[in-house]
C-alpha cells in the first residue's frame, strides 16, 4: 500500500501544483512530515526535490 502511496505522491508532484501538504493528503497520507521520511527513502531525494529536479515548471503553491 505504501508503494502505491509514494507513487500516487511522485506522480501529483510532477502534474499538480498544489502544494505538498494537499498531495499527501490526496495520495493517501494524513501526516506531512511522515511523507517526507518515507519518500525519501524511496528516492534519496525530498519531495520538494524531487519536483525542482523532474519539474522545474511547475507553478508552486506555499506549502503550510
Known sequence: IQNYRINAFKRLLLTSDDSLFDISLQSGFDNY???S???RKYNTLSP??????YNPNV???SDN
Open 33 to 35: 512530515k511522515n511523507i
Open 37 to 39: 521520511r518515507v519518500f
Open 48 to 53: 520538494s526535490e524531487y519536483r525542482k529536479r
Open 59 to 61: 507553478n508552486l503553491k
